[in-house]
């Protein structure tokens, strides 16, 4: 039952409230009983004071000490109050509670030296003789303006007493059941509202752990209702927004592992903590491996190296890596990233694969260089011919016409040359497959031609140039 938190707070509270109250209001009310009862009976006190006063003004102006006992006595046997009299000086001249016995001096009491100065004098204390609490009320007696006596009149306060601690007695057993009843009013008041908080508590945690279809179910017309809604619309759209959210992972899950680029993330320490499908494959890396392998396991320490630089700068850099497999070997342009999920700071790495690019340009370069070195062979035959026509200033025409022969067909041989090479550029495309055309080739004929180009470049360097026909199957 006081397992609940809440319920020892509301019952602690309740009862904390109802014995402040209950508590305040029986001593005021015993306050109250108390000081009206004083003052009624200093009121009684006062006014027989001043009636007896009117009897006892003559015998105590003429100091009549016998009068004044048989008068006290008949006023004792009538209303038995206690009345001492006394003399202006403080002597006792009468008292009705020992009339026989002689009484110290009163000038020093309290109530006699206040009614010396006032309209009357009171006073609380124990009676030496009675051994009670008295009320002692004294009233002074005047004649022509002259104090001749003093009437004291007094009351025992123990009844009063008595009724005091009969009240508090009363109040103090109102006050344990009234506790009691609120004990009992309290606990039903908590269970009653600690019930909704338990079950709303125990939904809310089913849908804490991960039931985002659950909903709940109270109605109480309160402030409860309102709490419920708000839940249940907040339910709603976290989980609107966690299907948004695993769409958006499936999608970009989906684009990741189906493009052409591996991709990884690496962590400030160069391992690595995630992958696309693409890098598994390129890398040879097991995903149930991850934050185990290292970024050196692609045999290569300068990615590990930039891309510690990516975070201590903060910047992207794109750097050029070859890795080599074996006797195989892969270029990548590799771009770095930082790419901050606190608390972690990682590298996200994209590697493009450009190993075709690179051997495509090696490719395009070898094929300028031999293109170049095939149009330098018929240039230079025409160049040689053409200066040996210039030194021999066409003396002899024979020699003259063979050599512009073999310049026309050297000039004809780069036009074939340049056809050969635009025809080349046409195989790339579709159409420039299909317009191939094959024709035979006499290659004696052409080994001929060749063997005339160089024979004018052997002889200047002294060489022989032996002409050997290839066997015609």
Not at 19 to 47: C, H, P, W
Not at 239 to 250: D, F, G, L, R
Request: hydrophobic letters at 40%; glycine letters at 4%; proline letters at 3%.
């Amino acid at each position: 039952m006081f397992h609940s938190k809440i319920t020892r707070r509301l019952v602690t509270s309740f009862l904390l409230v109802v014995l402040v109250s209950l508590s305040l209001l029986g001593i005021i009310l015993l306050n109250y009983f108390r000081d009206y009862t004083m003052q009624q009976e200093k009121n009684a006190l006062i006014l027989n004071a001043q009636i007896i006063e009117t009897s006892l003004e003559d015998s105590l102006y003429s100091k009549d000490v016998a009068g004044l006992h048989t008068t006290l006595q008949e006023i004792h046997e009538e209303t038995s109050l206690r009345v001492t009299v006394i003399d202006a000086d403080g002597t006792v001249l009468a008292d009705t509670a020992d009339p026989e016995q002689s009484m110290s001096n009163h000038l020093d009491r309290e109530e006699v030296q206040q009614a010396m100065t006032e309209p009357y004098g009171l006073a609380i204390r124990q009676s030496e003789t009675l051994h009670e609490n008295l009320m002692y009320v004294a009233v002074p007696v005047y004649r022509n303006g002259q104090l001749i006596g003093i009437i004291r009149t007094s009351s025992s306060l123990a009844s009063m007493e008595q009724s005091y601690h009969t009240g508090l007695r009363v109040i103090l057993s109102a006050l344990f059941f009234a506790l009691l009843a609120a004990l009992i009013i309290a606990i039903w008041l908590a269970h009653r509202q600690v019930q909704p908080i338990r079950c709303l508590s125990l939904d809310a945690m089913e849908i804490a752990s991960g039931n985002l279809h659950k909903r709940l179910q109270w109605h109480s017309g309160d402030e409860f209702d309102t709490l419920v809604q708000t839940i249940n619309q907040l339910t709603r759209n976290l989980s609107a927004k966690i299907q948004e959210s695993q769409a958006e992972a499936e999608k970009m899950t989906l684009i990741l592992n189906n493009t052409d680029n591996a991709i990884m993330l690496i962590d400030e320490r160069g391992l690595i903590v995630g992958t696309n499908r693409q890098a598994e494959e390129t890398f040879h890396l097991q995903g149930n491996a991850l934050h185990r392998h290292s970024i050196h396991v692609i045999g290569s320490a300068e990615l590990s190296e930039a891309a510690q630089e990516v975070c201590r700068q903060g910047k992207a850099q794109t750097i050029t890596l070859t890795i080599h497999d074996g006797s195989a070997a892969q270029t990548f342009q590799v771009f770095l990233a930082p790419f901050y999920n606190d608390p972690d700071e990682l590298v996200l790495a994209v590697f493009h694969d450009i190993s075709l690019l690179q051997e495509i340009n090696q490719r395009q370069a070898e094929f300028v260089s031999n293109a170049a070195h095939e149009l330098a062979t018929p240039l230079t035959s025409i160049s040689g011919f053409a200066e040996t026509l210039l030194d021999d200033d066409f003396k002899d025409p024979e020699a003259s016409r063979h050599f512009i022969g073999i310049i026309y067909r050297e000039a004809q041989r780069m036009n074939s040359l340049m056809k050969g090479l635009l025809e080349l550029a046409r195989l790339d495309s579709t159409h420039g497959k299909t317009k191939i055309k094959r024709i035979p080739v006499e290659v004696n004929t052409i080994l001929h031609q060749t063997a005339e180009q160089l024979q004018a470049k052997a002889k200047s360097k002294g060489q022989a140039l032996i002409e050997a026909p290839a066997p015609i199957p």
